[in-house]
C-alpha cells in the first residue's frame, strides 16, 4: 500500500490534474474513486450510459500512473480458458510428438514397470508447467511486475458464472490454477470494470466494488472536454455545439448522443470549416450525433430552433 | 467518529440501501483515509462504498442530505457540543421548564435527542404514526412535570409566566414535530417497497391512477428480470461435450493425433410466443396492464407476435416494435379499443391471417375474459392451436369460479388449454410467465 498522504483533499486534486495531463476531463467524484481504488486497493465499477467515457478512464488512470493498461473485453460465452490462462495444448502435443523417441528410449532403460511410472510422472510434471501456459489477460494482469491497471470492460456481457470466477480476483487480487497452485498479485493491480447495465450484476460482485455512476457532463465540463479532445475548436461554436447536444439530451430520444458523439461531431464540425452553427449544417451532419432513424427525423423539425436556443445560450453563457 | 457515521450506516439502511457489514467496514476505512473536515468529499466517497446503484444513489442523496444537515433547535455549535455530550451520558439535571425558561438551546437540543433515542424514534415508518411519536417524545421529555409547573404558576396567580411557559412549550413541540418528520421523510423510500409488495397482489381494475406509474415500474422490471433469467437458461443449454467422431474426422491429417478439438454443440430452440390479448370494454380496466406487459414481454424476448382483439382482431407486434410503451397502448385502444368482445370472429380473423405463425415450436398466449356476448365462440379453432402448438395459455382476469357464467364461453376452450390460470394481479402474472419461461419454451 502506498503511504498513507497527509491531505487526502490535495490527492485527489493531483490524481485529477494527472487524468486531465492524460485527456480525460474527471469531475471530483472521479477523481475521488481513482484516488479511494487506489488506497483501499479496491476495484472500480463504473457505470453510465454509453459513451460518457467508461473505457477512457481506465486508459487515461493508465497514462497517468504510468503502468501498462491490460484490457478484457467480456461476452457472453467468455470463460476461464479466454480470460484466466489456457494450456497451450498444440505445443505440448507437438512436443510429445517430437520427444516420442527419446521419451521411449529413455523408458526402455528403466528397469521395471514402477520406475518407468516415476519417470512419465516427472514428464508430467514438465508439460504442465509455466512453460505451456499461456495467460490470459487476468493472469497477465497479476503477473506484471510493477503492477497495471486491468479494465474489465463491459462485466455486464459475460455470463453470471464468469461473475462468479471473477470474485476471487476481485477481493484477493489471486487466482487458482489446478495444476500450478494460488498465484497471487505481486503488486494488486487497479482494476476497472465497465458496465452498461444490460442486466444486473450480482450484489457480491457490487459488494467488493466502488460504485462510481457517471452520468452525461453538464454544459461547462462537457466543453471542458471538448476543449481537451478537439483542440481546434473555436470557443463560440464549441459553446454553441455543447449547448445543442444539451438540448438534445432532454428530449425522448431512442438513443440520447453521449460526450463520445459531441467530439465526433465537434471533429466534423471542425473538418467542414464551420465556424457557427446554422440548421442547414445541423441537418446534413446529424448522422453524427443520432443512431436512429426516428430520432433523426424528431430533431430535424426542431433543429432551427434548437440552434438559435443553443446561440442564445453561448452568448450568456 | 464512528458515532455519526455508525448513524448515517444504519439510516441508510432503513432507507432502502443495502449495505453489508464488509461494506460498513469499508466505508469506515475510506472516511479514515478521506477524514471527515471535507463534507463535499465525505459525501462523494460514502456515495461510492455505499451506494451500488443508480437508485441506491439517489435514494443515498437525499438520506445524506437528511441526515448531515439535521436542522437543530440552537445554533450549530452549541448543538454540536449538546451532540457530543449525548453520546456519553445524558446528564438531565435542569428540568424542562427550567431549560424552557433559560431558553437553554443546547440542553434542550440535547434532551431532545436523548428522548428520541430513547424511545426509538428512528423506527418511524409511517405518516399516521408521526403524532404518537410527538407525544412519546414530549412525555419523555418531561411533559407532566411541565404541565403541573404551568397549573402551580396559574394558581399562584403569576399568569404572565404561565403564559410564556406555554408559549414556550408550543415551540418545542413544533421542534419536536420537526425532529420526528426528518426521520419520517428518511423512511419514506422504505414505506414504497413495502407498497410495491403490496400492489404485486392488488387486482389489476381496483388500481387507482397514483398507482398506475408503479405498477408500470414493477411490470418492466419484472419483464427484465424474467429476459435474464430465460437468457441464463438458453446459455446453459450451449455447453457441449467432445464430439469425438468430429474430433478424429478433423485429425485425419496429423496421424490421428488430436491437435484439434471440435466440440458438440446443442441447438439452440428459440422459443417463439404468439400473444393474442383481449382490448374489449369488459376487460378494459385490465387491457392496459396486457398490453404493457406484452410490449415489455417483446422487448424481452426476440420472437414474439403480438395480436390485439374485441371485435376483431389486429396484428400490433409492429406498433409495440415500433411506439413507446404509452403510445403504443394509447394506438391500440384507440384502433380497436372498448368495442364489445367477439371472441369467435377474432379466431377466425388470427386462423385465416395468421394460422401460419404457428407451430410445434411456439407458445400461445391468449389473454383475456372469454365473454364473447352470445356469439359463436368457434371453440374448434381453438381446437386446432391446442393441436399445433407446442403450448396454449390462457390467461384470464376473473376469478375461476366465475368462468362459464353469463356470455363467458371459459369452459368451452378449457379442453384445449394445457395451461389455463386466473391472472387477476402482477403476482399471477409473473408466475406464469417464469413458468412459460422455464419449462414451457
Known amino acids: 500500500m502506498q503511504p498513507m498522504n497527509p491531505d487526502p483533499a490535495r490527492a485527489i486534486e493531483a490524481v485529477a490534474a494527472g487524468l486531465a495531463d492524460a485527456g480525460y476531463i474527471a469531475t471530483r467524484q472521479i477523481a475521488t474513486a481513482v484516488y479511494l481504488g487506489r488506497q483501499l486497493q479496491k476495484p472500480i465499477l463504473v457505470e453510465g450510459p454509453a459513451g460518457v467515457g467508461k473505457t477512457e478512464l481506465a486508459k487515461a488512470a493508465a497514462q497517468f500512473l504510468a503502468l501498462p493498461l491490460i484490457r478484457m473485453q467480456c461476452y457472453e460465452g467468455l470463460d476461464e480458458s479466454k480470460a484466466l490462462y489456457e494450456w497451450k495444448y498444440g505445443k505440448q502435443l507437438l512436443y510429445t510428438q517430437i520427444l516420442k523417441d527419446t521419451l521411449r528410449a529413455s523408458f526402455d532403460e528403466s528397469a521395471g514397470l514402477d520406475a518407468a511410472m516415476a519417470k512419465l510422472r516427472s514428464f508430467d510434471e514438465l508439460f504442465f508447467s509455466e512453460q505451456f501456459l499461456e495467460p490470459r489477460p487476468l493472469l497477465r494482469a497479476l503477473q506484471a511486475p510493477d503492477g497495471a491497471v486491468l479494465l474489465i470492460d463491459e462485466v455486464d456481457k459475460s455470463d453470471e458464472e464468469f461473475e462468479a470466477f471473477l470474485l476471487e480476483l476481485l477481493s484477493d487480487f489471486a487466482v487458482t490454477i489446478p495444476e500450478l497452485g494460488t498465484i497471487a498479485a505481486a503488486v494488486p493491480p487497479l482494476v476497472i470494470l465497465t458496465s452498461n447495465n444490460t442486466r444486473d450484476l450480482g450484489d457480491a460482485l457490487k459488494r467488493r466494488c466502488l460504485h462510481l455512476y457517471i452520468g452525461f457532463p453538464d454544459p461547462r465540463l462537457e466543453q471542458r472536454i471538448v476543449d481537451v479532445r478537439v483542440p481546434g475548436v473555436g470557443g463560440r461554436l464549441r459553446a454553441q455545439l455543447v449547448a445543442f447536444v444539451q438540448q438534445l439530451r432532454k428530449l425522448e430520444l431512442k438513443k440520447l448522443p453521449s460526450v463520445s458523439e459531441t467530439i465526433d461531431w465537434a471533429r466534423v464540425l471542425l473538418l467542414l470549416n464551420v465556424e457557427e452553427l446554422d440548421p442547414d449544417v445541423v441537418r446534413e451532419t446529424l448522422g453524427v450525433l443520432l443512431k436512429f432513424e426516428d430520432d433523426m427525423t424528431a430533431v430535424t423539425n426542431q433543429a432551427a430552433s434548437f440552434v438559435i436556443k443553443a446561440r442564445d445560450a453561448s452568448v450568456s453563457g | ?441
Open chain 2, 1 to 441: 467518529m464512528e458515532l455519526p457515521l455508525l448513524g448515517f450506516l444504519q439510516t441508510a439502511r432503513r432507507a432502502g440501501i443495502r449495505i453489508s457489514a464488509a461494506e460498513s467496514l469499508d466505508a469506515f476505512r475510506a472516511v479514515e483515509t478521506i477524514g471527515l473536515t471535507d463534507r463535499a468529499a465525505l459525501k462523494d466517497v460514502l456515495g461510492l462504498v455505499v451506494a451500488k446503484s443508480r437508485e441506491e444513489k439517489a435514494l443515498f442523496e437525499e438520506c445524506f442530505e437528511l441526515y448531515f444537515t439535521r436542522a437543530q433547535l440552537g445554533d450549530a455549535d452549541a448543538a454540536a457540543a449538546a451532540r457530543a455530550d449525548a453520546d456519553g451520558s445524558p446528564a438531565r439535571n435542569a428540568s424542562l421548564a427550567d431549560m424552557l425558561r433559560e431558553n437553554d438551546r443546547a440542553g434542550l437540543t440535547l434532551a431532545l435527542e436523548g428522548a428520541g433515542r430513547r424511545i426509538g424514534a428512528a423506527g418511524i415508518r409511517f405518516r399516521v404514526q408521526a403524532n404518537m411519536y410527538v407525544q412519546q417524545i414530549m412525555q419523555e421529555m418531561g411533559l407532566a412535570e411541565l404541565t403541573r409547573e404551568i397549573e402551580r404558576l396559574r394558581a399562584a396567580g403569576d399568569d404572565a409566566a404561565a403564559d410564556e411557559l406555554e408559549h414556550a412549550r408550543d415551540r418545542l413541540r413544533a421542534g419536536v414535530r420537526d425532529y420526528v418528520e426528518r426521520y419520517l421523510a428518511l423512511a419514506a423510500p422504505a414505506e414504497n417497497v413495502w407498497r410495491d409488495e403490496n400492489l404485486k397482489t392488488v387486482p389489476l381494475w381496483r388500481l387507482d391512477r397514483n398507482d398506475v406509474e408503479r405498477m408500470r415500474a414493477i411490470v418492466r422490471a419484472l419483464a427484465k428480470k424474467l429476459a435474464t433469467r430465460y437468457g441464463r437458461d438458453r446459455r446453459h443449454r450451449r455447453h457441449g461435450h467432445l464430439d469425438v467422431r468430429r474430433t478424429l474426422r478433423r485429425n485425419t491429417a496429423y496421424d490421428g493425433v488430436p491437435f484439434s478439438t471440435a466440440w458438440k454443440k446443442r441447438k439452440l430452440e428459440k422459443p417463439r410466443v404468439v400473444a393474442l390479448c383481449d382490448v374489449s370494454g369488459s376487460v378494459a380496466p385490465v387491457a392496459q396492464f396486457l398490453l404493457l406487459f406484452l410490449h415489455s414481454l417483446a422487448d424481452a424476448l426476440s420472437d414474439v407476435r403480438s395480436f390485439a382483439f374485441s371485435s376483431h382482431l389486429i396484428d400490433v407486434s409492429d406498433v409495440l416494435a415500433r411506439e413507446t410503451v404509452e403510445s403504443a397502448i394509447a394506438e391500440i385502444v384507440k384502433q380497436i379499443g372498448f368495442r364489445s368482445s367477439d371472441y369467435g370472429r377474432s379466431l377466425a380473423d388470427f386462423k385465416d391471417g395468421f394460422m401460419d405463425e404457428v407451430d410445434r415450436r411456439t407458445s400461445v398466449i391468449v389473454m383475456g375474459d372469454a365473454r364473447s356476448n352470445y356469439s359463436n365462440p368457434r371453440a374448434e379453432i381453438v381446437k386446432a392451436l391446442y393441436a399445433r402448438a407446442k403450448l396454449v395459455i390462457w390467461l384470464n382476469p376473473e376469478s375461476r369460479p366465475s368462468w362459464g357464467t353469463g356470455d363467458s364461453e371459459m369452459l368451452r376452450y378449457l379442453p384445449y388449454c394445457h395451461i389455463a390460470r386466473e391472472c387477476a394481479n402482477v403476482r399471477d402474472l409473473e408466475r406464469t410467465m417464469a413458468e412459460l419461461l422455464t419449462r414451457g419454451t
